[in-house]
């Protein structure tokens, strides 16, 4: 399986971006897929998962009720909507998938996509 994370960028406190995650080399809707984020020296961090069918997602509580994941099974992508970002929120931000299951740890993922870096001024 193939990630291809891109939409990052830069944007001012209190604004919005969309990020997307284009998936190949399997068939997309046989994978469950999370978001995490990595803050320069700090831990990777679970930021969002999304089950198969779309039917099904789950936040972090530093990110409910701002930030959206969605998927669209035909166009094999997902996407990590962020409404009222945070200087906090600034990371790079990865999707990641596994076939067998969903979780916040990201070791239960197999498959990662390479980051698309997010900058919230202030």
């Known amino acids: 399986v193939q990630l291809q994370a891109s939409g990052g960028g830069l944007v001012q406190a209190g604004g919005s971006l969309r990020l997307s995650c284009a998936a190949s080399g399997r068939t997309f809707s046989t994978l469950y897929m999370g978001w995490f984020r990595q803050a320069p020296e700090k831990e990777r961090e679970f930021v969002g998962f999304?089950?198969?069918?779309?039917?099904?997602?789950y936040y972090a509580d530093s990110v409910k009720g701002r930030f959206t994941i969605s998927r669209d099974n035909v166009k094999n992508t997902v996407y990590l909507q962020m409404n009222s970002l945070k200087p906090e929120d600034t990371a790079v931000y990865y999707c990641a998938a596994d076939s067998q299951r969903l979780g916040v740890s990201a070791r239960f993922y197999d498959y990662w996509g390479q980051g698309t870096l997010v900058t919230v001024s202030s």
């Open positions: 999304i089950n198969r069918n779309g039917g099904s997602t």
